[in-house]
């Protein structure tokens, strides 16, 4: 199959999927005007990072953007399957402050990077690839949407997290701070592409989006699903990092080491959480 006709294909599953899932939620829970626009960004964010994962994983040729590493390819798979799940359970509860959170992550990870791509490193995209404007395309329209989410939405006024998300999105947030504006530093298992800085920032893009979501989550729904995304990350990044050990490919040790505590603390928070909850409380309390 061609480069064409695979994007072809993912697009139109793209569509299909959130077809379906609006028709199917407008059943259970039907919104409209901003509220119906926020879901629908929080589908597309999520059946677009499953879809796209699947390729990404196998770092099939132009299924990206520019050229990837596999580790890097892997990290891209890893994050998105990871938020796109959130992104599904923000859709599928559907509160206020779930879709706002959504938005806001994707305000972080792609607002950033889509600024330092279009000034700083445009020489990585091949101008004659249908990928190359399928990307900024979607970039341009998911992050429209996302900042008119979050001026349409009414913000929510229950206190920020605390305890261990607050933890992990202090020092997942340095974290990508540093990779974002340094990248190119001197250390390999901190910096694992230091040639390649247009990748580091698009790791560090996801670092800062884990260090939103475990810092602006409010009430205990969003939390959990914050939690979710950093159990799904981690576990992702640590298995993606022992894979390419064992077939020779360069890892980093720092990541496979911080990521592993980052998915502990997430699940022991979560038990944590739960332990304390009254055994018959309301179904979605967020």
């Given at each position: 199959?061609?480069?064409?006709?695979?994007?072809?294909?993912?697009?139109?599953?793209?569509?299909?999927?959130?077809?379906?899932?609006?028709?199917?939620?407008?059943?259970?829970?039907?919104?409209?005007?901003?509220?119906?626009?926020?879901?629908?960004?929080?589908?597309?964010?999520?059946?677009?990072?499953?879809?796209?994962?699947?390729?990404?994983?196998?770092?099939?040729?132009?299924?990206?953007?520019?050229?990837?590493?596999?580790?890097?390819?892997?990290?891209?798979?890893?994050?998105?399957?990871?938020?796109?799940?959130a992104?599904?359970?923000?859709?599928?509860?559907?509160?206020?402050?779930?879709?706002?959170?959504?938005?806001?992550?994707?305000?972080?990870?792609?607002?950033?990077?889509?600024?330092?791509?279009?000034?700083?490193h445009?020489?990585?995209?091949?101008?004659?690839?249908?990928?190359?404007?399928?990307?900024?395309?979607?970039?341009?329209?998911?992050?429209?949407?996302?900042?008119?989410?979050?001026?349409r939405?009414?913000?929510?006024?229950?206190?920020?997290?605390?305890?261990?998300?607050?933890?992990i999105?202090?020092?997942?947030?340095?974290?990508?701070?540093?990779?974002?504006?340094?990248?190119?530093?001197?250390?390999?298992?901190?910096?694992?592409?230091?040639?390649?800085?247009?990748?580091?920032?698009?790791?560090?893009?996801?670092?800062?989006?884990?260090?939103?979501?475990?810092?602006?989550?409010?009430?205990?729904?969003?939390?959990?699903?914050?939690?979710?995304?950093c159990?799904?990350?981690?576990?992702?990044?640590?298995?993606a990092?022992?894979?390419?050990?064992?077939?020779?490919?360069?890892?980093?040790?720092?990541?496979?080491?911080?990521?592993?505590?980052v998915?502990?603390?997430?699940?022991?928070?979560?038990?944590?959480?739960?332990?304390?909850?009254?055994?018959?409380?309301?179904?979605?309390?967020?």
């Amino acid at each position: 199959m061609s480069s064409l006709a695979s994007q072809i294909v993912g697009l139109v599953m793209l569509l299909v999927g959130i077809g379906l899932a609006d028709r199917l939620l407008q059943r259970s829970n039907r919104m409209t005007g901003a509220q119906r626009q926020a879901r629908l960004l929080a589908l597309m964010t999520g059946v677009g990072g499953l879809v796209g994962a699947v390729a990404w994983w196998q770092n099939v040729p132009f299924a990206f953007a520019w050229t990837l590493p596999q580790v890097a390819a892997r990290f891209l798979a890893v994050a998105g399957v990871a938020f796109g799940i959130a992104a599904l359970r923000a859709a599928w509860i559907g509160s206020t402050g779930h879709l706002r959170l959504i938005a806001s992550m994707l305000a972080v990870y792609l607002g950033p990077l889509a600024i330092a791509a279009l000034t700083l490193h445009l020489d990585r995209f091949d101008p004659n690839a249908p990928i190359t404007y399928a990307f900024f395309a979607i970039v341009a329209v998911m992050l429209v949407a996302a900042i008119a989410t979050l001026l349409r939405l009414p913000a929510n006024e229950r206190g920020m997290s605390s305890g261990a998300l607050t933890v992990i999105g202090a020092t997942a947030g340095l974290w990508g701070v540093v990779l974002f504006l340094w990248p190119n530093g001197p250390i390999h298992t901190l910096w694992p592409w230091p040639d390649d800085p247009l990748t580091t920032r698009l790791i560090a893009s996801m670092f800062l989006t884990v260090a939103t979501a475990c810092l602006l989550a409010e009430g205990r729904a969003e939390r959990e699903t914050a939690q979710i995304l950093c159990t799904l990350y981690s576990t992702g990044i640590v298995g993606a990092t022992i894979l390419a050990a064992a077939t020779g490919k360069p890892g980093s040790s720092a990541y496979l080491v911080y990521w592993t505590l980052v998915g502990i603390t997430a699940i022991r928070s979560w038990i944590n959480r739960r332990a304390t909850l009254p055994r018959h409380g309301p179904s979605h309390p967020d």
